[in-house]
Each structure stands twice: as structure tokens, then as C-alpha cells.
């Protein structure tokens, strides 16, 4: 079938579901890739992916671009589902004879309940969901298809045996080709990477048990399974002749350390490929091993620091000790390799101290950029599981009407409107601090360009804490133009 993978429009400046880890609008314009889409796009010869946040476009001019395609899988998460249910009901009024399908942790997790809360789509992909998507669009009988969950006849909802997952990443097609054909490279942003920039997956899955975590604990699994060196760095050089305008490369993976010998072992080829990369990283590793990345073109990491105090780390099994990040950040100074630090408020054990400890580390460990998120209790996950269990949950939404996160989860001793609060006030005191005024005011002055996108997020940031600052719901944004505006930190 000709088939068409949607990235819904949503809220304006709304990130969607298809390559984020929470779904929101965030502080300056930023888009991630929806490589989560783009790779059963690979798989299916003739299909097209449209990824409405980022090319701002609307309900109406995705209907209008619907036209001819057999089939439409759209990606949707927790936060936007209601949102994509009415996407996806709008397809099929336009076009009763569409078979529609979700993919995405939300839908995997919660099969039964997506598909009877969204009557017009007809199927669900369950876990890693590629060649599920594949099976469907060669017109395999439903019946038949591992990791599908579906409306049968009559309108009985039916789950096939779960699907294992595919244990040779190098049998799946690149997702550059995909790219190249239909996404515009300039249109996504991320605050913290050079611009353009493009992300892509070398392997799926986390050995990390970090509680809150969403892919490993629904669609990605604990077990590493990447692709091999020599083929991500042939990709990478494919990748360098394709989109010679790109001035950085990110690893989405997980956790790209999680296997040094292989990271050291693709760092060595992008040295010799003279190409400029970023990716994610655990808060631990070794002098030697970030020495070799930064000379082979590593420019940045993506940390997850979470906390300042160990207790809250415990309770959340992140797996690493406050003093150990601490000379893992001092090496990467040491380097020059930016640290992009990523922190998380609202977690299991936290109070208005420890979120005062969060806040005072932050600014000891002085990384270039942060972006402090709220606890996210997504289902499937463990920290889901003990919020149910506890009567953690203030509401049911993530998302406020205007698409701004908000907090879920409170405790006895702990109002979710504190720490909503607690948000705003870590990034004007990690930021209004002549450290980070000195660093920005230096790159502005090197670079006019650089100076220029640093004006338009600092706006931004501002209006995102002046926004912030509203616990009132603003008028709700479903399915409206996703016109671009706030995401991750740079300001």
C-alpha cells in the first residue's frame, strides 16, 4: 500500500512524539528528527513521511497532501494522543477507505485502550513496530502479524503475540535516504547543536533501569542492540556527501557510551571522516575514553544529571554517584568537550530542599547549557507504576492547554505547584549568572550568525518563562498549525 508516516500538527511550537522523550512545548524553537517514523519509511518502498511541526503545517494542508495514500500510520505520544485521535478521525473522514494506524510507546504500552478511545484508527504497532508496519502495508492478514494489535470484524479488538526484537540493527535500510527525499534539514533545531544539524539512531535499547525512562521500559528494551562500526561509519560518510550544508551530526541513541571499545571504534572513523559529532551520555565515563572522542571530532555531550542529591538518584535507579559526574564534568572541561546537562524536578523522594541541592550542583558543575524538565510518569513505565500504587498523580494531563508541560505528580510534603515553580526559578538562577552571561556574550562576538540565533532564543526564553509563570490553561491548540516557537535550552 502506499503508505504516508505522520508526525500530527499539534500546539504551536508542539515537538510531537515521533523523536522526543517528553512532548511539549519547551524554551526556544527546536525540532527533533522523527527518526522513530523515518525508519519503517525506509522499510517501504513506496511511502512518504510528513513531519507537520516542523514544516508548520496545518490539519487542512495535511488532509490536502493525504490524498492517494492507501494507508497512514501517525506517531502519537501520552501528551498529544487526544490531540492525534482527532488527526486521525479527520483522516478518515476525508478518506473512510484509509487503513489507519498509531505507532509510539503511548499505543504500545496501552493497545486496548488507544484503539477504543480512537475510534477511527483501525491498528496499533506494539513494541519495535518496523517491519510490523512492513507486514501491514504488503497486505499481510492482520491476523497474522506479530506486535499488531487490531480491530477485527464486528469491532473486536484482537492482540497478536508480542513481536521480538530485531537483533541485527544492520539489516534495517538508512533513514538518510528518507530524510534526503522528505524532510527540509533546515527546519530542525536544537539549542545546544550547531545549525543544521542532523540525529539519527546506531542502536536501540538501554542497560541503564533508570525509573522514568520511556523507550527502554516500552519500545526500545534493556539490551544494547546497535549496528556495527564499520557500517555507521560508512553511513556517516554518505551521510557528510549528502548534506554537505549540516555542521553537526548527533547520536540519538539512548546512551551512545553504553558500549565504549565500539564508541571508541566509530570515533576513530568520523576522525578520519573530519566530521564534527555530538551524542548521549552517562555521567561516568573514563578520561582516556572522552581524551579519544575529542580528538576524533566530539564537540558535545548530552548528560542526564537528574539530581544533585543521591538519595533522589537512588530512588530513580540512575546508576551514578554524585562525585563521579562531578570528575566526569571536570574532564570534559578539561577536553573542551560542551556538556549539554539535562535535569529533572518532581522525582520520588524530592523536596524543596533537594530541588534547592539540584539547583546549587547545576551551577557547581557550571555545564554550558540545561534544560530542567518535570517528572514525567509515563504508563509503562516503573516510576508510572509507583505513582499509580501511591496516589502520586495531581491530574491526568502533561500538557497544559497552551502545550506547555506541567506537573503531574505531588507529594504529602511537596504541591505540584511548587514544583512547576521550582522550573522557572533553576533556569533564571543557573543562567543570570555572569558565567553564562560571559560565555554567550563571547560566542555572539566571534560569530555573526551565532549572535543572531542567540538574540531570537534569548527572546524566546524570556516569553517562555514569562509563559511559565500561568498555571491558567491557555485556549487548547488540537490539531491547529503548528507554527514554531519555543524547545530545548541554548538561551
Known amino acids: 500500500m502506499r503508505t504516508l508516516f505522520l508526525n500530527p500538527p499539534s500546539y504551536s511550537g508542539f515537538d510531537g512524539g515521533a523523536g522526543s522523550r517528553y512532548q511539549a512545548r519547551r524554551e526556544i524553537k527546536s525540532f527533533w528528527y522523527p527518526t522513530w517514523l523515518a525508519q519503517p519509511a525506509a522499510l517501504i518502498s513506496n511511502s512518504k513521511l510528513i513531519d507537520a511541526p516542523a514544516d508548520d503545517l496545518s490539519l487542512a494542508e495535511v488532509l490536502q497532501r493525504a490524498k492517494g495514500f492507501e494507508m497512514c500510520v501517525l506517531h502519537t505520544s501520552t501528551p498529544s494522543f487526544d490531540n492525534d485521535a482527532k488527526v486521525a478521525q479527520a483522516l478518515r473522514d476525508a478518506y473512510p477507505e484509509m487503513v489507519i494506524g498509531m505507532v509510539g510507546a503511548h499505543v504500545a504500552v496501552m493497545p486496548e485502550e488507544s484503539l477504543k478511545n480512537a475510534p477511527a484508527i483501525d491498528f496499533v504497532g506494539r513494541e519495535e513496530f518496523d517491519y510490523t508496519l512492513l507486514e501491514v502495508a504488503q497486505g499481510k492478514p492482520f491476523a497474522d502479524i506479530t506486535g499488531l494489535s487490531f480491530r477485527a470484524p464486528g ?49 536501540r535499547g538501554c542497560p541503564a533501569r533508570c525509573t522514568f525512562c520511556l523507550w527502554p521500559q516500552t519500545v526500545g528494551g534493556h539490551v544494547y542492540r546497535t549496528r556495527s562500526a564499520a557500517s555507521v561509519v ?151 507504576r509507583q505513582a499509580t500504587a501511591n496516589k502520586w498523580f495531581k491530574n491526568d494531563s502533561m500538557v497544559r492547554g497552551d502545550g506547555f508541560q506541567e506537573a503531574t505528580l505531588q507529594y504529602p510534603h511537596l504541591s505540584a505547584e511548587e514544583i512547576n515553580d521550582a522550573v522557572s526559578r533553576m533556569y533564571s538562577k543557573f543562567y543570570f549568572r555572569p558565567k553564562p552571561i560571559l560565555r554567550m556574550l563571547g560566542g555572539m562576538i566571534k560569530d555573526s550568525a551565532e549572535r543572531q540565533r542567540r538574540l531570537r532564543e534569548g527572546k524566546e526564553f524570556l516569553n517562555y518563562l514569562r509563559k511559565r509563570g500561568n498555571h491558567a490553561p491557555a485556549k487548547t491548540a488540537d490539531a491547529q498549525p503548528a507554527k514554531t516557537e519555543p524547545e530545548k535550552i541554548a538561551a
Open 155 to 203: 469491532g473486536v479488538i484482537q492482540h497478536n503475540s508480542d513481536r521480538e526484537f530485531i537483533p541485527n540493527m544492520d539489516e534495517l535500510p538508512s533513514v538518510l535516504d528518507v530524510y534526503k527525499r522528505d524532510l527540509t534539514i533546515e527546519n530542525y533545531y536544537i539549542g545546544y547543536l550547531k545549525h543544521p544539524y542532523v540525529s539519527l539512531y546506531t542502536g
Open 234 to 384: 560508512a553511513e556517516m560518510a554518505r551521510a557528510k556527501a549528502m548534506f554537505p550544508q549540516v555542521k553537526e551530526f548527533f547520536f540519538d541513541d539512548d546512551t551512545f557510551t553504553a558500549d565504549l571499545p565500539r564508541a571508541v571504534e566509530i570515533a576513530k572513523g568520523l576522525g578520519k571522516l573530519g566530521i564534527t559529532w555530538s551524542c548521549n551520555s552517562r555521567a561516568n565515563v573514563p578520561y582516556q575514553y572522552l581524551k579519544t572522542f575529542k580528538e576524533n571530532g566530539l564537540r558535545l555531550l548530552l548528560v542526564g544529571y537528574e539530581s544533585g542529591n543521591q538519595q533522589v538518584l537512588n530512588n530513580i535507579k540512575k546508576g551514578v554517584r554524585i562525585d563521579i559526574a562531578k570528575e566526569f564534568t571536570k574532564n570534559c572541561r578539561k577536553l573542551g568537550i560542551v556538556i549539554h546537562g539535562t535535569f529533572i524536578l518532581g522525582l520520588p523522594g524530592e523536596t524543596k530542599e533537594t530541588m534547592q541541592e539540584t539547583l546549587r550542583y547545576a551551577q557547581e558543575l557550571d555545564v554550558n547549557t540545561i534544560q530542567v524538565s518535570l517528572a514525567a510518569a509515563y504508563p509503562g513505565t516503573e516510576l508510572y
